[in-house]
C-alpha cells in the first residue's frame, strides 16, 4: 500500500474484516485472470520410458514421461491413478546407468481418453542429480536411444 493515505488504510481495514478483499478476489478468479506460475523448478518436455509400482494394489505398470522438474514428474498411462497414490518409480534414462529410482506421490490425474491418463506426480525429495542424467542425454542427443521430445 505504498501509496495510499494514512486515513485510507483504516478504511481499507475495515474493509477488509467485512470480507471485501475476498469479493475482490473472487471476482478476478471469476474473470479468469491469469496467475503467475509459481514453480521452483523449470519442467523439461521429454518422453522416457518408466516403471512404477503401485503398493496399494502391489501392481508393476509402464509409463511415459510426459515432462519432468527436479521435484515432479508427468506421466502418460494406461492405469486410473487417484489422487494422493504413493508410487514407486524406475526412469528408464538411456545412458547406459541404471534406471532413475525415486518415490512420489499423485497429485492430480486427468483422463485424457478411455485408458488413457495424464498424471502429476510429486516427488518425495528433490533429486537435481536425477534432473542432471536426463539433461546430460538430451544433451547428447541420444535419439538413437529413442528420446522423443514431445
Given at each position: 500500500m505504498g501509496d495510499v493515505k494514512a486515513t485510507d488504510r483504516a478504511v481499507y481495514?475495515?474493509?477488509s474484516k467485512r470480507g471485501f478483499f475476498f469479493e475482490i478476489y473472487r471476482y478476478k478468479i471469476m474473470q479468469n485472470m491469469t496467475f503467475k506460475d509459481r514453480r521452483v523448478f523449470e519442467r523439461i518436455s521429454v518422453n522416457l520410458p518408466l516403471k512404477?509400482?503401485?503398493p496399494n494394489s502391489n501392481k508393476e505398470c509402464l509409463a511415459q514421461t510426459h515432462d519432468i522438474s527436479a521435484n515432479g514428474i508427468g506421466i502418460l498411462t494406461?492405469?486410473?491413478l487417484p489422487t494422493h497414490t504413493y508410487l514407486e518409480i524406475w526412469l528408464q534414462i538411456p545412458d547406459n546407468g541404471k534406471p532413475l529410482h525415486t518415490k512420489g506421490r499423485v497429485v492430480w490425474s486427468k483422463m485424457l481418453e478411455?485408458?488413457?491418463y495424464?498424471?502429476?506426480i510429486c516427488l518425495e525429495r528433490?533429486?537435481?542429480m536425477g534432473v542432471s542424467r536426463v539433461l546430460r542425454t538430451i544433451n547428447l542427443g541420444c535419439e538413437s536411444n529413442k528420446i522423443y521430445y514431445s
Open positions: 481495514f475495515k474493509l512404477f509400482l503401485n494406461q492405469e486410473e478411455p485408458n488413457r495424464r498424471v502429476g528433490i533429486d537435481l
